[in-house]
Nanobody
C-alpha cells in the first residue's frame, strides 16, 4: 500500500485549502481512512477519519465545522477540505489507511492505522 498526499502550501488566515491523498497498492473501498497532522515541535494529532463507505465521519472536536473529509472510492482518493484556516492549523498533514475490512466507526488513534503517506506541509499566515 502506498499513500501520496498533495495540495499543501501557504494560505492566509481565513482562507481555504484542499488536501488530496492518492491510495494505491491494495483494496481501497474496504478501508477506513484518516488525516493526522504534526505541528512544529509537537506530536502527531488526529484531524479526521472516514469509514470505508463514506457514510461515517469523525472529526477532532476543535476542527468540527471548519474541516471536511471525503473520499472517492472509484478513484482511490481521500480529501481534506480546510476552510477558515487559522495559524494554528500550520502543520505537516498525513493521510493514513487502516487495514482492510475493519468494522465499526473509524478510529481516531494513530496506532490503528497501518499505512502512512509522506505528509504535505500546510502553512497558514496571519
Amino acid at each position: 500500500v502506498q499513500l501520496q498526499a498533495s495540495g499543501g502550501g501557504l494560505v492566509q488566515a481565513g482562507g481555504s485549502l484542499r488536501l488530496s491523498c492518492a491510495f494505491s497498492g491494495g483494496t481501497f473501498s474496504d478501508r477506513n481512512m484518516a488525516w493526522f497532522r504534526q505541528a512544529p515541535g509537537k506530536g502527531r494529532t488526529f484531524v479526521a477519519a472516514i469509514k470505508w463507505s463514506g457514510q461515517n465521519t469523525v472529526y477532532a472536536d476543535s476542527l468540527k465545522g471548519r474541516f471536511t473529509i471525503s473520499r472517492d472510492n472509484a478513484n482511490h482518493m481521500v480529501y481534506l477540505q480546510m476552510d477558515s484556516a487559522q495559524p494554528e492549523d500550520t502543520a505537516v498533514y498525513y493521510c493514513a489507511a487502516d487495514r482492510a475490512g475493519r468494522t465499526g466507526s473509524p478510529s481516531t488513534l494513530a496506532s490503528t492505522y497501518n499505512y502512512w503517506g509522506q505528509g504535505t506541509q500546510v502553512t497558514v499566515s496571519s
